[in-house]
């Protein structure tokens, strides 16, 4: 019988969470939800740990912790809130995974710290590697934690160089599905609602990773996290639009043939992949039938349409913490933009004027991130109110 493994998620409530909680009580057998944390849904969490009975549950919403710790604390399950709390408990005993679940920023420090307890790492969290990738590429160096990634895209390409030689690597390439706005005119584009951008034509998501993918920032984010996670240099990291997302992605190697990661859109089947140390577990969900999707079809994006995608490849060359002026600013123009306070072009406007306004730093430190952070953050919320309708 295999040793349980114990798996602490970090955004328990979010779509990745719910989705890793489902294959949890699918191999009960090999899989123990022992640490659960959730952003500020407390009702959802108190009913998680209820079904699921980890060892510890905490909120990083300071003001929902009475109404947790009311809740759990007769069953034994111990409780805690904020940011710190989180950070220390990715430390603990009872964890071998930790599912980096969360959207955003938020993210980086509990997985720094998992990182330096040796935890095993299932990164959903793209902006970890997308703020703070030269930093967590060096952790990683001191650490035996090893990083499988949950992104389909990520993970295809994970599967796809099992057994390669990193030197027979040409490029990688990543697929797109071209969100919900990849047939509207520049024109049209300036009118677009909150509504629209939320209704993706393939993908369940969370509203944050939603917009990205409207915008195309998901793909410039997950050209700089497949930098990192594959030392692969961006003038050989390619996206390609593919809309009905049953590539995942592929890779193109030095001889010409290029492999492929095929699957219907479903986050279980990299969720699983990783759980299972990028072992395939049998499952009975249903299967990839090719005659039911008579035409593949591709295009190049357009980057004047969505420009955002070329962010990647000028964060990259510029290095330092460029990427993560970018980072903090499309998080504040989205919640924006999500409370129908900006319209969906400002968002990139937010993004350009903040990277024109804050200081560069060419080697930051984690303190450089925090503060990069905060001051973005500050600065794009006063862009906010100066484009509010």
């Given at each position: 019988m295999n040793q349980l493994k114990n798996i602490a998620i970090l955004g328990s409530t979010g779509s990745i ?34 079904k699921f009975r980890p060892q510890y549950a905490l909120i990083a919403d300071e003001s929902k912790y009475a ?86 895209e990520h993970s295809a390409i994970y599967q796809c160089l099992v057994g390669e030689e990193p030197q027979s ?221």
């Amino acid at each position: 019988m295999n040793q349980l493994k114990n798996i602490a998620i970090l955004g328990s409530t979010g779509s990745i969470g719910r989705q890793t909680l489902d294959i949890i009580a699918e191999y009960s057998d090999r899989f123990c939800a022992t640490v659960l944390v959730a952003g500020s849904k407390v009702e959802q969490l108190i009913e998680q740990a209820i079904k699921f009975r980890p060892q510890y549950a905490l909120i990083a919403d300071e003001s929902k912790y009475a109404q947790l710790q009311e809740a759990l604390a007769p069953l034994g399950i111990h409780t805690a809130a904020g940011a710190q709390a989180i950070a220390d408990a990715m430390t603990l005993d009872c964890i071998d995974t930790v599912v980096t679940a969360t959207v955003g920023y938020s993210g980086l420090a509990p997985t720094i710290s998992a990182i330096k307890a040796n935890k095993d790492i299932a990164l959903a969290n793209k902006e970890t590697l997308v703020v703070a990738g030269e930093l967590v590429t060096e952790l990683l160096k001191k650490s035996t934690s090893k990083v499988i990634p949950v992104d389909s895209e990520h993970s295809a390409i994970y599967q796809c160089l099992v057994g390669e030689e990193p030197q027979s690597v040409k490029r990688l390439i990543i697929t797109a599905s071209g969100g919900p706005f990849r047939t509207f005119d520049a024109e049209r584009l300036k009118t677009v609602t909150v509504k629209d951008a939320l209704r993706h034509p393939n993908w369940d998501m969370g509203a944050k990773i939603t917009i990205d993918s409207a915008t195309m920032l998901n793909k410039a984010f997950e050209i700089i996290e497949a930098h990192w996670l594959f030392g692969i240099d961006a003038n050989r990291i390619d996206a390609v639009v593919h809309p009905q997302s049953i590539i995942h992605s592929m890779v193109e190697f030095v001889d010409g043939a290029v492999k492929a990661q095929l699957g219907l859109p479903d986050m279980h089947l990299p969720i699983r992949y990783a759980l299972g140390d990028a072992s395939r577990l049998a499952t009975n969900e249903p299967s990839l039938t090719l005659a039911d999707y008579a035409n593949l079809t591709f295009e190049a994006p357009d980057a004047n349409r969505f420009p955002g995608i070329n962010l990647s490849y000028y964060a990259l060359e510029k290095g330092g913490n460029a990427a993560c002026v970018i980072n903090a600013s499309n998080e504040i123009a989205v919640a924006a933009f999500l409370r129908e306070q900006i319209g969906f072009l400002d968002i990139y406007k937010i993004i350009l004027q903040s990277l024109e306004k804050m200081p560069f730093v060419a080697s930051p430190s984690y303190e450089d991130y925090v503060n990069t952070n905060s001051a973005t953050r500050e600065y794009a919320e006063l862009l906010v109110k100066q484009m509010k309708n």
